[in-house]
């Protein structure tokens, strides 16, 4: 009876060793949460805790300003203000300030030796347009604007002004140049003319009146 009892005891004991692993083999398996999608701009963090997104602001429309004092410049009153107590100054820009090439320009080319004079054209102009918002063409693979360029500058040119900007491009070029501007990238160059202006002689008509006075005699 002791014996069967004991057998009875092991059995279950043995069946609870041989069923409590598999208890513990069984896991329960969650499904990761969905990740948004990516926009442009977005940042996603690495350790995968926090996510930031960026969203870029829209870019200002460029608009046009009015009244504009290049299309409308006859329209447009001279506005004068009173700076001071006893001084009136003009709003408005000069003519100079607003067509660039209506500024003075005094130039006075740089000489190593006073008593020498090397400078070449291209130089007289690149002096002339210092500071004045303009820049010269290169001239290459121009053949015409190239002559122009290593002409030897005259010596009445080495000093001059005040004069007007475009004047002084047309002077320094010469009777067989057009001088040319690009607005956009305020670049100036020249053209070689079809005939030299001074080549060509003025044709001038002369009239002449003769009076003829017949005295008879008595």
């Known amino acids: 009876m002791n014996k069967s009892l004991i057998a009875a005891s092991l059995c279950l004991i043995l069946g609870a060793c041989v069923q409590q692993p598999q208890s513990q083999s069984d896991t329960t398996t969650y499904p990761l949460p969905e990740q948004p999608l990516l926009t442009t701009g977005s940042q996603v963090n690495t350790s995968g805790i926090t996510m930031t997104e960026i969203i870029e602001p829209p ?108 004047d002084a491009l047309q002077m320094l070029a010469g009777p067989a140049y057009d001088v040319t501007l690009n607005d956009i990238t305020r670049t100036i160059c020249f053209q070689s003319r079809p005939v030299p202006e001074r080549a060509i002689a003025p044709i001038v008509l002369t009239t002449t009146t003769v009076t003829t006075e017949v005295i008879e005699d008595e």
């Open 59 to 166: 870019k200002p429309q460029e608009r046009i300003i009015l009244p504009d004092i290049y299309q409308q410049a006859a329209k447009l009153p001279a506005e004068i203000i009173r700076h001071g107590r006893y001084t009136l100054v003009s709003m408005s820009p000069e003519e100079g300030q607003k067509y660039l090439l209506d500024q003075l320009v005094t130039v006075k080319v740089p000489q190593k030796n006073k008593n020498r004079y090397t400078a070449t054209v291209e130089q007289g102009l690149k002096t002339t347009l210092n500071h004045t918002g303009f820049a010269l063409c290169s001239g290459f693979g121009q053949a015409d604007t190239a002559t122009l360029f290593s002409r030897p500058l005259p010596k009445v040119h080495y000093q001059f002004g005040p004069m007007k900007l475009s």
